[in-house]
């Protein structure tokens, strides 16, 4: 997890959420922040609190596989935005947006423990009614990751202080099986140039959650 289980969520976020499922049958919210921000964390949480009735979607699962990420030769650029399959979760995101009585929608989950994703992880059963699509880069203006924002009803921005996502970060690389020094170059060389792709997104989300107080604005 990136940031504590036992997060609490402020009274606005639920009530946030609460507005968005009064206005339709299934409501698909976005949330989007630099990776270490506290997205998977936060995304529990409302799923936890909406528990019947809601389901996480994690962009995650869309990340290519290893072997084709050789074959492009975009190993050690993982986690960049031409190494997720955006047209895939584009096309997920829009099927879940008109998912028929009776069907169920499956989605992929990416597994850190192997490094790859996973196909048809996640069942989304019709009686969903809250959708959480977590991710680093719903809010990219550039296809093909154009049309994600459109799909989704509101999108929430999670920002966090950047020396915490920063150790973060570090703990969970090493965490994952790679040297001190391989996590302190995978977050210069990798993360941090995505981290600023991402924060220059900020202002296309309709609130900022803020990870660290469980505080949130705009």
Not at 89 to 107: M, N
């Amino acid at each position: 997890m990136d940031i504590a289980p036992a997060l609490a969520l402020p009274p606005e976020a639920l009530a946030r959420v609460r507005r968005l499922m009064a206005q339709r049958e299934r409501t698909l919210l976005g949330l989007v922040g630099p990776p270490g921000a506290g997205k998977s964390t936060l995304a529990l949480a409302l799923q936890r609190a909406f528990a019947d009735v809601s389901q996480v979607v994690p962009m995650d699962g869309f990340h290519l596989a290893n072997v084709e990420l050789q074959r492009l030769g975009r190993t050690g650029r993982k986690g960049a935005p031409d190494t997720f399959d955006a047209a895939g979760y584009a096309a997920l995101l829009q099927r879940l947006r008109s998912q028929r009585a009776d069907e169920t929608v499956y989605a992929p989950e990416f597994r850190r423990e192997i490094e790859e994703p996973v196909a048809g992880a996640i069942a989304v059963l019709p009686q969903t009614r809250l959708v959480i699509a977590e991710g680093n880069y719903l809010l990219l203006a550039e296809a093909p990751w154009a049309g994600v924002a459109a799909l989704l009803d509101e999108t929430w921005y999670v920002d966090v202080d950047d020396r915490l996502r920063t150790d973060r970060l570090l703990r969970r690389h090493e965490q994952f099986g790679r040297s001190a020094q391989a996590a302190q170059d995978w977050v210069r060389g990798t993360d941090e140039p995505n981290a600023r792709l991402i924060a220059a997104t900020r202002s296309r989300a309709q609130w900022v959650f803020s990870a660290a107080g469980g505080e949130a604005s705009g």
